[in-house]
């Protein structure tokens, strides 16, 4: 599928024909949540304020449509894989140390960390309830195998913290895990509910576990190089806490010797990312993300390619449009 223009766009156009789809989501997520202790309003409440571009629901529902039709499991499945998402942001930020989401406190930062990770934990419960309850189980058993390779591509990217000669293979197995699983299975489930056969339903999988690697490769090169002003969150995190990413091992396969000692000295001593933007790193730090820009561009390309399989061209074009805008986010 050829790469739309996406130079005029804006979010906002890009969810046009779902939104109202998307605002169905969001009551359905709102009941959820609702139905839990008084106690917890005002924490669900605060966190209702970070919520995004509600990317995984949208998936959701233009592979759906994309499919054939959308029924009121997507619906389900859409708000309960955006559960799953919010409860992983509440973790990620207490393990990643951040202090901003959205221009906000994070949790942890405004109500401890004991609190956020017994809020996370709630959320995901609710979740996978709320999934039991369907008729059709296949929610909770894609979800549940989802769930586990997130965790554990966690876990692993935790365990290699420091490890400055991390590998591109490791690197790929942690964000497939913990990013791309959700995306992979968002497509297998929208396509499982519009009555797809195995082959379409394959395709819609493929397409949400590229879509994914790349949506990380893109937040991984923001880490180190984005404003956070423009993002809305705490960035350089990553960097500072020792985790090895696709763009720092471009950076440290393109250095000298003498010159990737230094950068691995900076890197164990959890240094604030401007000195990247320094000699002798600034230009090949460049050269290095321009390298992986090309390697999101083939990610995405051969991620949209999946969507050629799905019988609705006109909404698969959408979601290609889609897919492409937030892979080609600004540093």
Request: aromatic share 6%.
């Amino acid at each position: 599928m050829a790469q739309p223009s996406i130079s005029e766009q804006s979010m906002a156009d890009l969810l046009q024909s779902v939104e109202a789809d998307l605002q169905r989501v969001d009551q359905w997520i709102l009941e959820q949540l609702s139905a839990g202790p008084t106690v917890l309003k005002p924490l669900l409440d605060y966190i209702g304020r970070f919520r995004g571009k509600r990317l995984r629901a949208a998936q959701v529902l233009l592979v759906g449509k994309a499919c054939g039709s959308l029924t009121e499991e997507h619906i389900k499945v859409a708000g309960i894989i955006e559960m799953i998402h919010s409860a992983t942001l509440v973790h990620d930020d207490l393990l990643d140390e951040a202090k901003e989401r959205r221009k906000l406190d994070c949790l942890h930062v405004e109500w401890g960390a004991h609190t956020a990770v017994l809020l996370g934990d709630w959320i995901y419960s609710q979740a996978f309830m709320a999934s039991t309850r369907m008729k059709d189980q296949t929610c909770s058993q894609v979800l549940s195998e989802a769930t586990g390779r997130v965790c554990a591509g966690e876990m692993h990217q935790n365990l290699t913290r420091g490890l400055f000669a991390l590998s591109e293979q490791d690197y790929f197995a942690q964000i497939d895990g913990k990013t791309a699983a959700l995306f992979e299975a968002g497509g297998r489930l929208a396509a499982h509910y519009s009555g797809a056969d195995a082959s379409m339903c394959d395709a819609a999988a493929r397409y949400g576990l590229l879509a994914g690697r790349a949506f990380q490769v893109v937040d991984d090169m923001l880490d180190l190089a984005g404003s956070e002003k423009e993002v809305g969150k705490s960035l350089g995190t990553d960097w500072q806490r020792g985790k090895m990413t696709l763009p720092l091992i471009r950076l440290r396969e393109s250095l000298s010797s003498a010159n990737r000692d230094a950068l691995e000295d900076l890197f164990q001593q959890g240094t604030d990312r401007e000195v990247l933007q320094q000699e002798p790193f600034a230009n090949a730090l460049v050269q290095a993300m321009t390298q992986v820009r090309s390697e999101v561009e083939a990610l995405l390309a051969e991620s949209t390619s999946q969507l050629e399989q799905l019988p609705e061209q006109a909404i698969a074009a959408e979601l290609a449009q889609l897919t492409h805008f937030l892979g080609a986010r600004k540093l």
